[in-house]
């Protein structure tokens, strides 16, 4: 049985995580964990006594970021009208992209695990979308993967075009082939 900490070892651990989660948002998995206790005001050996393993860390913010993502492809299926789910989720999705580099990183390999929570919900959205007629035949969730990829590179190359790019994506994704039916 695990012992509760005490106050300042919990605040210790707390400033960690929520310093975790601004260094990777803004450098990335790969962050020096130096940084991460910098910015916590604790010494390099606070954040190993609580994190033993950088994975320990890393897990924990890209944890929650899976949490949320996954979340928020329940609230596109909740949509009434597929399309504007699936444009819910790409869209957000691409939000948290141009201003979370650890969740770029985590978006751009997610297809690579079929049994997540978030591909199996990615699944639905596609083939919803393209039962209602509204998203190409031949468009799969592989598919979607690449246009994040391409999202990624457009948000960190060129910042304020990626809300362009993504227009010009779901054109492309849109099976009557109707322009400008994206984002409202």
């Known amino acids: ?75 596109a299926l909740a949509c009434d009208d597929p399309w504007e789910g699936l444009v819910l989720f790409l869209e957000r999705t691409c939000e948290l992209q ?33 039962q209602a007629g509204a998203l190409r035949l031949d468009v799969g969730p592989v598919d979607l993967a690449f246009f994040m990829m391409a999202n990624s590179k457009v948000a960190e190359q060129a910042p304020g075009q990626w809300r362009r790019h993504f227009t010009l994506m779901l054109d492309a994704l849109r099976e009557d082939g109707r322009k400008g039916a994206g984002p409202a």
């Not at 020096?32 to 954040?47: D, M, N, Q, S």
């Not at 650890?102 to 919803?128: I, K, P």
């Open 1 to 75: 049985m695990e012992r509760p900490l005490r106050r300042d070892a919990r605040r210790n651990r707390d400033a960690l995580v929520e310093a975790a989660r601004q260094v990777l948002a803004e450098r990335g998995v790969d962050a020096p964990l130096e940084a991460v206790a910098k910015r916590a005001g604790v010494a390099i050996g606070t954040l190993y006594r609580h994190f033993p393993e950088r994975g320990d860390l890393v897990d924990a913010i890209l944890d929650e970021k899976v949490a949320g993502w996954a979340e928020l492809a329940g609230q």
């Open 98 to 130: 141009a201003r979370d580099r650890a969740f770029t990183e985590l978006a751009c390999l997610s297809h690579q695990d079929d049994r997540s929570e978030v591909n199996r919900l990615v699944y639905q959205l596609v083939e919803r979308a393209q």
